[in-house]
């Protein structure tokens, strides 16, 4: 069983600035990619930002310059650092996991997700 929760989402004002954090526990061989997604009222979910075992990184264009994702790999876990948040970022967070099962290949996760809104 592999679990991938989110947390840290939340109310801000337009120009603020938030923190994510999502952790995978469970029994799995490791992680590959993780990242995270977002999907905002009657819109498709996009991209937001990925990152590797290794640490490369890969942004939307949206969030380039604003958002930084980072990755502990000892704890199993990524960070999402939004900073001059706009309106438009409001919108259900999700973090998403390529688990290397032990029975071999990986298997994508993905959490609940959290609520982020930027709203004055």
């Known amino acids: 069983q592999v679990h991938v929760v989110e947390s840290g989402g939340g109310l801000v004002q337009p120009g603020g600035s938030l923190r994510l954090s999502c952790a995978a526990s469970?029994?799995?061989?490791?992680?590959?990619?993780m990242g995270w997604y977002r999907q905002a009222p009657g819109k498709q979910r996009e991209l937001v930002a990925m990152?590797?075992?290794?640490?490369?990184?890969n942004y939307a264009d949206s969030a380039k310059g604003r958002f930084t994702i980072s990755r502990d790999n000892a704890k199993n876990t990524i960070y999402l650092e939004m900073n001059s948040l706009k309106p438009e970022d409001t919108a259900v967070y999700y973090c998403?996991?390529?688990?290397?099962?032990?029975?071999?290949?990986?298997?994508?996760?993905r959490g609940q997700g959290t609520q982020v809104t930027v709203s004055s």
């Open positions: 469970g029994r799995f061989a490791g992680i590959n990619d």
């Open positions: 998403s996991a390529d688990v290397r099962v032990y029975s071999g290949g990986y298997v994508p996760y």
């Open positions: 990152i590797s075992r290794g640490g490369s990184t």
